[in-house]
């Protein structure tokens, strides 16, 4: 490589601005690491006076009584998963079969053009239209299935908010689904129809192995999605900080109890402990944005 000096003005130049771009995606990209290691810092130092009141009975306690001073996650970690765990249940038959008949039995044209839109108007549609809609339709539905089934005609709780949580990740997984089972090579799948394969044998035994990576992810991602969800949530769980009994009993999760009461709590130690459920919020959503990667990378292999 020839030294700078031997350089022309013109091959300079480019010397000099190859070597300013290079340093500015570098200072980009430890701007990045910095702002999370900030968030991080940030949150655990004001979670530290949490720790130190209330120490493990924060994580083994089973009520949360700001007037006694009584503080507890339990009740929140258990709603969080509860409602997020029901709702990825009820989302994954819809999204695989939204992706499949978009991504492989819909041929390009008008008509799959609308489909693949709407499903992106879904998923930019404002979480508390979610939770108006949520209170005018799913709630009144729930509430007379509970009255059907005998049980106390709560309307909101953790199946509610499930329902909810559900459609808003459909969209998430769906379109992410769609778009990879769109790349599976068309020689592959025409190869085995001409075998004589059936198109579900097709999708069976060539579109499903070929983007079972693609798909996990999919998932994931609308798995996070829904773990930090928080206004269409808080609308319609119910609100109550106690450990649900059932799938239908009113609840709260780590982002709804926050939202509800951050902006009323007043003593250091109150706001502590939210910043506290806050952290446990952050951690979680990052371990399983890196056991996806993970999976994802492992399943990517085979």
Do not use: C
Not at 52 to 61: L, V, W
Not at 100 to 122: E, K, N, Q
Not at 201 to 221: F, Q
Not at 265 to 279: E, F, K, N, Q, R
């Amino acid at each position: 490589m020839r030294k700078t000096s031997q350089l022309s003005p013109e091959d300079r130049n480019i010397r000099i601005y190859e070597t300013l771009f290079s340093w500015i995606l570098k200072f980009f990209s430890v701007l990045v690491v910095a702002t999370l290691v900030g968030i991080l810092a940030t949150i655990l130092i004001q979670a530290l006076p949490s720790f130190r009141d209330a120490g493990i009975n924060f994580y083994t306690g089973k009520s949360w009584d700001p007037v006694f001073k009584h503080f507890s996650a339990t009740p929140f970690v258990v709603g969080t998963l509860a409602t997020t765990v029901l709702a990825l249940l009820i989302s994954i038959p819809f999204s695989l079969s939204i992706a499949l008949f978009s991504g492989f039995y819909l041929h390009p044209g008008r008509i799959t053009s609308t489909i693949r839109l709407l499903i992106d108007l879904l998923a930019g549609i404002p979480s508390v239209i979610y939770g108006f809609w949520g209170l005018s339709i799913v709630v009144p539905a729930v509430r007379q299935f509970e009255l059907f089934s005998g049980r106390v005609p709560y309307g909101v709780g953790i199946f509610t908010a499930a329902l909810i949580l559900s459609i808003m990740i459909v969209p998430y997984a769906a379109s992410i689904g769609r778009d990879v089972i769109a790349l599976v090579p068309s020689d592959l799948k025409e190869a085995g129809l001409a075998l004589g394969a059936t198109p579900y044998e097709v999708v069976r035994w060539i579109v499903m192995p070929y983007s079972k990576a693609g798909l996990l992810s999919g998932i994931l991602l609308s798995f996070g999605r829904a773990i930090g969800e928080t206004m269409a949530v808080t609308m319609v769980i119910g609100n109550a900080n106690k450990i649900p009994g059932s799938i239908f009993d009113p609840a709260n999760t780590i982002s709804s109890i926050i939202a509800n009461e951050f902006a009323e709590a007043t003593d250091p130690i109150y706001v502590s402990h939210l910043i506290h459920m806050g952290l446990i919020l952050f951690i979680s959503t990052t371990a399983i944005g890196l056991f996806g990667r993970r999976v994802i990378k492992k399943w990517s292999s085979h």
